[in-house]
């Protein structure tokens, strides 16, 4: 077993995750098919510090079954990283919702691109959403993680 926090969330769903075009084949996979384009997933999705990163030591980075599905945005990893500073965990790992949805593209009369969403209260989109957060909602739980 191993420790990791889990991220309460607010159910908004607000938090894009980026560079989700270049995991397409990886959530194709993990969808396997199961739901039709403007149709939603929720699943758990696992944030993973990448201080060793080469395009950014700040790069959080986001897996859904063990598959890299895209990073958070820097603003938001930015965010993300100064929650966790203020935070005293022994944990290098931290669970959350997300929602995955494939977007539909009528016009070409071909498959849309599956999105990724993440359920979390980062302060950067705490003002925009009506909250006032200050940080971010972390509860411990011993899970294997998949």
Not at 17 to 45: H, K, N, T
Not at 48 to 72: C, D, F, H, K, M
Not at 115 to 121: I, Q, Y
Request: net charge negative.
């Amino acid at each position: 077993m191993e420790l990791l926090a889990a991220l309460l969330g607010d159910g908004t769903f607000a938090v894009e995750v980026v560079g989700v075009s270049s995991c397409q084949p990886e959530l194709e996979e993990i969808c396997a098919e199961r739901f039709q384009a403007g149709e939603e997933q929720e699943v758990l999705a696992v944030l993973i510090p990448e201080e060793a990163n080469p395009y950014s030591p700040e790069a959080v980075r986001v897996q859904i079954q063990r598959q890299t599905v895209g990073y958070l945005a820097r603003a938001d990893a930015r965010a993300f990283r100064a929650c966790l500073e203020r935070a005293v965990l022994d944990v290098s790992r931290y669970r959350c919702r997300a929602k995955i949805q494939r977007s539909e593209n009528p016009r070409e009369g071909k498959r849309g691109q599956w999105g990724v969403w993440l359920d979390l209260c980062l302060p950067s989109a705490a003002p925009a959403l009506g909250h006032d957060v200050e940080r971010l909602a972390l509860g411990l739980e011993r899970f294997t993680a998949d």
